[in-house]
């Protein structure tokens, strides 16, 4: 079977016409296979959604007991058969229950990764390479300019920064579901065991992790009162990005800005976001990984989607490799 039958891009998503299914749609749908939990490839409304058992979690965490029809349970590793094709989840790595999709028939096998990144992540099981005909590859950090730093170096940029400034709060934006988590138990590995405090936004998720296992260590409520406001001076404060456009972020001790994503990597995103110490910490993928993951895997085709997605195609191209651009729409960087 040749590849665009199998698998192809539609108006709501990834569709596969054998199985009548969609990968990530961006609207709701009958059928939905969803890689992760994610608002972007994980909506509510469809009528029947397979996933992993923690993405069926954080769903209902995030969208309510109603968030489709029905469901039911991948387990990485296992196949299952819809209308004849051959589906399987594979680790991703970029946070918790984030899968790879593996769809075949016919001899044909093509591989979405979804979200995926390759370091080491204690929050979540690591990336899997799996071996298809199609790769279909995220891009989100597909430029050659794009090389994150080493992610214990980053952390070791913020304790040392609380050394230096014990008097003030530092208030870190990470996002709620995977960077927030990620980012604590980071912190945890290089021996941080005072009590992190968190925004409310982070409270079910950052529970939800510490139910699977996952420790989070002394996680405490980010509240003060107008008598208290000196309380939080020297201490790591986790919230929402959107949450530093808001009072809450500062009513610390004069809160000392930071920002955890791969975007940190440009001075002027930093800049715009009034960040002081930016931490390129991302859940994606940098353009040497991506490129090695290709190498690694050695598909007969890839195609790249949202991302910078020409770039990719034109290494693939130049390496003797077939791509493509995809360009679906209403992917965003969520879990940046």
Request: charged share 25%; glycine share 10%.
């Given at each position: 079977?040749?590849?665009?039958?199998?698998?192809?891009?539609?108006?709501?998503?990834?569709?596969?016409?054998?199985?009548?299914?969609?990968?990530?749609?961006?609207?709701?749908?009958?059928?939905?296979?969803?890689?992760?939990?994610?608002?972007?490839?994980?909506?509510?409304?469809?009528g029947h959604v397979l996933a992993t058992r923690e993405t069926l979690?954080?769903?209902?965490?995030?969208?309510?007991?109603?968030?489709?029809?029905?469901s039911d349970v991948a387990r990485f590793g296992e196949t299952i058969s819809i209308g004849?094709?051959?589906?399987?989840?594979?680790?991703?790595?970029?946070?918790?229950?984030?899968?790879?999709?593996?769809?075949?028939?016919?001899?044909?096998?093509?591989?979405?990764?979804?979200?995926?990144?390759?370091?080491?992540?204690?929050?979540?099981?690591?990336?899997?390479?799996?071996?298809?005909d199609v790769f279909i590859t995220e891009a989100t950090f597909g430029l050659p300019v794009f090389h994150h730093p080493d992610d214990k170096g980053e952390i070791a940029r913020l304790l040392q920064s609380l050394r230096q400034f014990p008097e003030r709060a530092h208030v870190v934006g990470a996002y709620a579901l995977g960077k927030a988590q990620r980012l604590i138990a980071l912190i945890r590995q290089q021996g941080y065991d005072e009590p992190i405090h968190i925004h409310g936004a982070l409270a079910r998720l950052c529970e939800y992790y510490q139910s699977q296992g996952i420790d989070l260590g002394d996680i405490r409520p980010a509240t003060l009162g107008p008598e208290n406001r000196q309380d939080l001076a020297g201490a790591i404060v986790l919230g929402p990005p959107a949450a530093f456009a808001e009072r809450w972020a500062r009513r610390f001790a004069d809160p000392l800005a930071i920002f955890a994503s791969g975007w940190m990597l440009i001075r002027q995103r930093a800049k715009q976001r009034g960040v002081e110490l930016p931490l390129v910490i991302s859940d994606h993928c940098d353009w040497a990984e991506l490129t090695a993951t290709i190498r690694e895997i050695a598909p007969a085709e890839v195609w790249v989607t949202h991302g910078r997605e020409e770039a990719l195609v034109r290494w693939c191209q130049l390496q003797g490799i077939p791509a493509r651009p995809l360009h679906l729409v209403g992917y965003d960087d969520e879990g940046e």
């Open positions: 079977m040749k590849p665009d039958a199998l698998l192809f891009p539609a108006p709501k998503g990834l569709y596969c016409q054998h199985g009548d299914f969609y990968i990530d749609p961006v609207q709701p749908v009958e059928r939905a296979l969803i890689t992760h939990g994610h608002s972007d490839h994980a909506r509510a409304g469809h979690d954080i769903m209902r965490l995030r969208y309510g007991d109603d968030f489709c029809g029905a004849g094709v051959r589906v399987r989840f594979h680790p991703a790595g970029h946070v918790l229950g984030s899968a790879q999709i593996s769809v075949e028939a016919d001899g044909t096998r093509i591989v979405v990764s979804g979200d995926y990144k390759r370091r080491p992540d204690p929050t979540c099981p690591s990336f899997e390479p799996v071996a298809c």
